[in-house]
């Protein structure tokens, strides 16, 4: 049983940036494939990036490309999710979670039914 918990979530002015962390425990997370997830009041959870085991491939949903940058430290059990040039349609609860993958480079994909473990999120608000 693998445990995740998101930390630097937090208030923060339209173009500024905040780092998340997930860090695990009760597992190796070098055998999972990460995606982290977003979901606004009112609105359904939503895929934002995922990065395969080696932290060799990422994906990222388009409206974040170029601002956010997923990253992972497999000897610490965390990953990160760098945000800059926070906009005010960036606001939500942010999770983490993790997919077990076999093969090391594949990407996660950005079903949050196909991952197996959820961390209990961290709220991100960007005032304008």
């Known amino acids: 049983q693998v445990t995740l918990v998101e930390s630097g979530g937090g208030l923060v002015q339209a173009g500024g940036s905040l780092r998340l962390s997930c860090a695990a425990s009760?597992?190796?997370?070098?055998?999972?494939?990460m995606g982290w997830f977003r979901q606004a009041p009112g609105k359904e959870r939503e895929f934002v990036a995922a990065?395969?085991?080696?932290?060799?491939?990422?994906d990222y949903l388009d409206s974040v490309k170029g601002r956010f940058t997923i990253s992972r430290d497999n000897a610490k059990n965390t990953v990160y999710l760098q945000m800059n040039s926070l906009k005010p349609e960036d606001t939500a609860v942010y999770y983490c979670?993790?997919?077990?993958?076999?093969?090391?480079?594949?990407?996660?994909?950005?079903?949050?039914?196909?991952?197996?473990?959820w961390g209990q999120g961290t709220q991100v608000t960007v005032s304008s």
């Open positions: 979670a993790a997919q077990f993958i076999t093969r090391a480079t594949m990407i996660p994909g950005r079903s949050s039914r196909a991952y197996d473990y």
């Open positions: 009760g597992g190796i997370l070098s055998v999972y494939g």
């Open positions: 990065i395969s085991r080696t932290d060799s491939n990422t």
